[in-house]
Structure formats: structure tokens, C-alpha cells
């Protein structure tokens, strides 16, 4: 054995891999360099980013200006504590200022996705006091902390309920996921019950504080909704003065095509939480930001939360960059052209494979909810095949792809399509061919239907 896979089986050995049960951490794959849409492992072997890593390398790696400018702040004054303030931090808020819906005025800093809805749940439980009550949806991650388990609907939750579940007062309301409507309804006729149904649920379990909705669901289906959902429950927030927080952790900073995915609604939110994008990935950043509504309240009240790293200013230096890079991004065109090629290519590929159930998402956010059978909708995998280990047919495609230089993530029933924003058509449709072959590892264990894959979300798209 070398060297270098001696290290990599000690690495394994000594450290816990992360949403794995530690028998399959043996092997991680070492990977050596990334530029652009591409990255390499250490035998220099290149994969195409199509899921932009979790979602979050959406400028590519090795971004020069981003990179530069870490640099700069590593050399000048990488970290003072939170009570201090510094130049950087000036520069970071007047750039997310420049993309905020308006409204959105006053914003905390942390270094995850999960920590910004911590944040959340301490405004929303402090400014609704008594209330304190969230509602969240089945279909949903918000993130590992305590809070950000409790919030999120999917079965890692369900593992963890024990272990984490110091969050109490979370319910859970029907999902916005037309393929497989909880109501067995279709639209438009449904007239949005999944909508209607969350003002019944405030009303009847009292006490709610606030509700937290991912705008597309990420991790559990790139689900799109109607464009009629999201103004109704904006509408049933305001009725019943419950918080409306938008988790844009994933969908934010141009991956749904627009600054942040609210905006295909015109929705503002009470309380928006962000990560990933905000930096690329380049350095962790949280953000929670919120109306002045919430603001208020701690005005002469105690905001009783905080990080050693909360304002990091190492941390804050890529988002400068990063946001200069999205703009010249979407003033050229670059977005909105690669996401319609996309898509297009999506469509067909979808078309050719009867594995393929429903093809949804919206910019650079797509899923394929793989079936068995696209008239009865059989799943090859349930929710609870997750935890247990089964194999997965997703697994099995994505495998395939990896194989062939092409990193897909696989969730336990649709592959995660999320290209990082500057990828090429030449490199799509690169990415495409490889996908297209290793999805007939699934198309041979399909019944024929002659019926064509759904596009569950084309109303919005
Ligand atoms: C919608 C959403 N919220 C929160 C999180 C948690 O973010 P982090 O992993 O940075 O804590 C994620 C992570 O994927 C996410 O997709």
C-alpha cells in the first residue's frame, strides 16, 4: 500500500464521516486540486462539479478575485472578536445590501446555513414570546444543529430525534410537492389546499410563532412551487402575525436564477437565512437577516446569541468578491443562457429515460425523481431506506457517473443537479452523455408505460 492511501485509511480510521455509518468510511477519496467546473483526485483523475459540491461551489473553484482577497485579509487582520468591528465587515454589508430585497435591513453574521436558522429561532422566539411554536414541512433540511434538526422534515431527523431533539414546539405541515400531492389533489384544481391547510393548522394548534419554508426544497427534491403558494402563505403569515422565515441557504445568490428564490414570487419574507453561495463556499458564512418588524424588538431587549466566530472577518472577505462575480455573471447572460440549456437538455434526457418519473427545478436547480413505474409512481426507495442502508437506485446511478468522471449527488429517490453557475453548454452537455448512459442502469429495471415523465414544476420555470 502507499503511502498516500496508508494516510487516507488513518484519516478515515481517526475521524467520524459525516451523514455515514463509520463501516463505510474506510476509503474517502483524496482530492488534490479543482479548478472551475472540474475537480481532481490524487491520482489526477478529473469529475465534473454537477452538483456543486453541496450545492454551495456556485462560481466554480479557484475563483482568482475571490481567492485574492482572502489572501489580502489573511495578511491584514484575519479575525478580532465579535464586540470589535472591522473593514471588512463594512465592505460585506454594503454588498449584501446591494442584493437584499428591500426590507430586509438588519443582519447577523455566522460561519453555516444552520447556525443562521439559530439565529432565527432566537429572533422569532424572543420577538413572538409567548409564542413560540414553528412550523416547518416534511420535505425539508434546515441543518444539523439543534435547531436546525428540529426544524427539518427529512429522516435524518428521525434518527436523531432523541439525540437532538432539544428543540421543542416544531410541527410539521403537508408539503408543496405536486408529483405526489399529500391531498391527492391536482393542480390548479387543488386550488393550493397544501397553502389553506397551514392557515387551519395556526389557527388550531395556537401558539405558532413563526413558519420556515425552504422556497424551492433543496436536499428533498428541488420542488417548485405553483406561483400562487407562496403569496398565499405570505398572506396567511400577515392574518395571523406569524413569522414567515425563508431558509435561502441552498436557493440564494442566483442558483434558482434570480438573486434569491423569493423573488420569483415577490415575497419578502420577515426573516431570511443564507449561506453557501453568499462566499461560494470559498470561506463559511451564515446570515440571517430580518425586518425591521424584528429588529425592533431588540432595541431595548437583550439578542441573546452569539459566536467566537460570528463576524469572522477572514470569513467575510470572500463575500465582497463573490457578489461582484454573481452580478457579472447575471449582466452578461451567462446565468440565464446555462440555465435554459440545461434545462432543455434536461427535458430530453428525461424524455429517453422511463427510470425518470418527474423532471423538476427551476435556474441551476434540478432533480429526477427516479420511479419504477411512471403510471403507478412506485419509488425504487423510500424515506427509510436512508437510514437503514439499503442500496439505492440513485446511489447506483451516481456511482456510475462517478465512474465516468461525472459527480452527481443522489438523494434516496432524485439525483441533485446543481451545476456550479459558470458551467459551459459544451460542458453540460459533457456532463449529460454521462449522465445519459448510466441512467439505463435504472431504465432496465422499469416497467414500460408508454406515459412521459411529468414536469411537475414547468408551471413556474
Ligand atoms: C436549505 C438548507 N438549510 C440549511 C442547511 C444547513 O447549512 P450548513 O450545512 O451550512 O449548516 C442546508 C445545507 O445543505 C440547506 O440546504
Known sequence: MSNTEDRIKQLAQHTFGTWNRQSAWTSPLLIKDAEGVYFYDYKDKPYIDFSSMLICSSLGHKNKAIIEAIVKQAEKLPYVAPGFITEVAMDALEAIQSMMPEGLNKFFFSTSGTEANDGALV??????????????????????????????????????????????????????????CPFGQTYPECKIQCATYIDYM???????????????????????????????????CDENDVLLIADEVMTGWFRTGKKFAMDHWNVVPDI????????????????????????????????????????????????????????????????????????????????????????????????????????????????????????????????????????????YDNLVIAPPLIITKQEIDKAIHILDNALTIADNEVVSTGIAASRSSEFSS
Not at 414570546?129 to 425539508?140: D, E, L, Q, T
Not at 437532538?164 to 408529483?179: H, I, K, L, M, S
Not at 425591521?292 to 452569539?306: I, S, T
Not at 452580478?327 to 440545461?342: N, P, T
Request: include cysteine.
Open 272 to 411: 431570511m437565512t443564507t449561506a453557501k453561495g453568499c462566499t461560494s463556499a470559498y470561506t463559511p458564512v451564515g446570515i440571517t437577516a430580518t425586518t425591521d418588524k424584528v429588529a425592533d424588538f431588540f432595541e431595548n431587549e437583550m439578542f441573546c446569541h452569539g459566536h467566537t466566530y460570528a463576524y469572522h472577518a477572514l470569513s467575510l472577505s470572500a463575500i465582497p468578491p463573490a457578489i461582484a462575480e454573481y452580478k457579472k455573471l447575471d449582466a452578461s447572460g451567462v446565468i440565464r443562457e446555462g440555465s435554459e440549456h440545461l434545462k432543455n437538455e434536461l427535458y430530453k434526457l428525461a424524455d429517453r429515460h422511463e427510470c425518470v418519473g418527474d423532471v423538476r427545478g427551476i435556474g441551476h436547480l434540478w432533480g429526477f425523481e427516479l420511479v419504477k413505474n411512471r403510471k403507478t409512481k412506485e419509488a425504487f426507495n423510500v424515506k427509510m431506506d436512508k437510514l437503514t442502508g439499503a442500496p439505492l437506485m440513485t446511489g447506483k446511478v451516481s456511482a456510475e457517473c462517478f465512474k465516468n468522471g461525472l459527480y452527481v449527488l443522489a438523494w
Open 123 to 180: 429572533m422569532t422566539r424572543q420577538s413572538q414570546a409567548p409564542r413560540y411554536k414553528v412550523i416547518s414541512r416534511y420535505h425539508s433540511f434546515h441543518g444539523a444543529t439543534s435547531a436546525g434538526m428540529a426544524f427539518t422534515g427529512d429522516p435524518r431527523r428521525i434518527l436523531t430525534e432523541r439525540a437532538r431533539y432539544t428543540v421543542e414546539g416544531v410541527c410539521f405541515a403537508p408539503d408543496c410537492y405536486c408529483y405526489r
Open 202 to 236: 395556526i389557527k388550531e394548534d395556537g401558539n405558532i410563532a413563526a413558519i420556515i419554508v425552504e422556497p424551492v426544497v433543496g436536499t428533498n427534491g428541488r420542488i417548485v412551487p405553483p406561483p400562487e403558494y407562496f403569496p398565499m402563505i405570505r398572506k396567511i
